[in-house]
């Protein structure tokens, strides 16, 4: 049972567009975390955001919490080479425990 | 360390073999996880230490797999008689708080695991 669902799951695209990628679950979290990981390594923290219907930028990234705290929203604005990745959302429960959703490979064609 | 240790980086095992997998934590990280990745997908839930509690194993996917972490600080995923489905990257991370929305894991580069 996927508990954190992740959509597009691959999106490539040109430089300069935008795009979004939606993380979905049917539980409530205490915070969803974003993620970026690169090939042979581990994934980064881009984000944690905790208050329904929370919006936080991070330069062209805009991250949103859905007002029920079972969805997410990550949008790049103007996408650029250096954005490619895997992107991840992690559902945080209130023990501590991460669940994370099944990844959006981004790349992004100079 | 200043980051969070894994070794093996590359194991290359036989089918039936059994396997270790070392992770060491930042120091002062009372929370440790294990999480298994195939190529390009996101992260399966394997086991979850917190401080003193007993562990959370529920996404450990058979009895072939267990996890020990000894004295609060390193931990080992041990697989035995491997099975091909096995391969896979295995990622360890800890984070210094415990059942906050402020959780910040910090991940390890994995061990990737391949069984022949």
């Known amino acids: 049972t996927q508990l954190l669902e992740q959509s597009p799951q691959f999106l490539s695209i040109q430089e300069g567009e935008n795009l979004t990628v939606y993380c979905n679950s049917s539980?409530?979290?205490?915070?969803l975390q974003w993620y970026r990981q690169e090939p042979g390594e581990g994934p980064v923290l881009l984000v944690t955001?905790?208050?329904?219907?929370e919006v936080k930028k991070l330069k062209r990234l805009t991250f949103q919490f859905g007002d029920a705290r079972k969805d997410s929203s990550l949008h790049i604005t103007a996408a650029q080479p250096g954005d490619t990745g895997l992107y991840l959302c992690?559902?945080?429960?209130?023990?501590?425990?991460?669940?994370f959703g099944q990844g959006t490979t981004l790349q992004v064609k100079p | 360390g200043a980051g969070v240790s894994q070794s093996p980086s590359n194991k290359v095992t036989e089918k039936g073999k059994d396997v270790e997998l070392r992770c060491d934590p930042i120091?002062?990280?009372?929370?440790l996880y294990w999480y298994r990745q195939s190529l390009g997908q996101g992260l399966e839930f394997l086991i979850y230490?917190?401080?003193?509690?007993?562990?959370?194993k529920s996404g450990l996917p058979s009895d072939r797999f267990s996890a020990e972490r000894t004295g609060g600080s390193v931990s080992t995923l041990t697989i035995q008689r491997t099975q091909q489905e096995d391969s896979a990257v295995y990622l360890c991370?800890?984070?210094?708080?415990?059942?906050?929305?402020?959780?910040?894991?910090?991940f390890g580069a994995g061990s990737r695991l391949t069984v022949l």
């Open positions: 991370a800890s984070s210094r708080v415990l059942g906050s929305g402020a959780n910040v894991l910090t």
């Open positions: 539980s409530v979290f205490s915070s």
């Open positions: 955001v905790v208050t329904g219907g």
């Open positions: 992690a559902g945080v429960r209130n023990t501590g425990k991460l669940i």
């Open positions: 120091s002062g990280h009372t929370a």
């Open positions: 230490f917190q401080g003193n509690s007993a562990p959370d």
